[in-house]
């Protein structure tokens, strides 16, 4: 059997950081993810998916995502159900993730005024590049030598 959802999509909102009462870090926010297709009305439609992170990642996720920013998403789609206190059986379904991809850097939240939490010289950072200072992928030599 397999459970496997990849989605691309950009924030609603910001994440959401917790810790559980033994101290591991969660994160949370949904994600827009737009539809292949438009209504009779032209217009292209968006599902709402929530999405969980835990650990390291959700405090990276916490820490360097904020609305609107452009993402993907590789994890497993998990549903439950708990009762409301008017007795009434609720049911939920999100997408507990094992890796997020951060696609966009830089200059979008700085051009919205915002204070991403980073550094404008630490703008192309990820966790993936071990926060090497002014780290960017696609300078000194480039897509030209990029393996595929």
Known sequence: MMNKVVLIGRLTRDPELRYTSSGIALARFTLAVDRSFTNQQGEREADFIPITVWRGQAENCAKYLNKGRLVAVSGRIQTGSYETPEGQRRYTTEVVADDV????????????????????????????TGDVPGFNPLEDGGEDELPF
């Open 101 to 128: 991809r951060f696609l966009e850097w830089g200059d979008r939240a700085e051009s919205r005024g915002q204070d991403a939490g980073m550094a404008s010289g630490d703008r192309y950072n990820s966790p993936d």
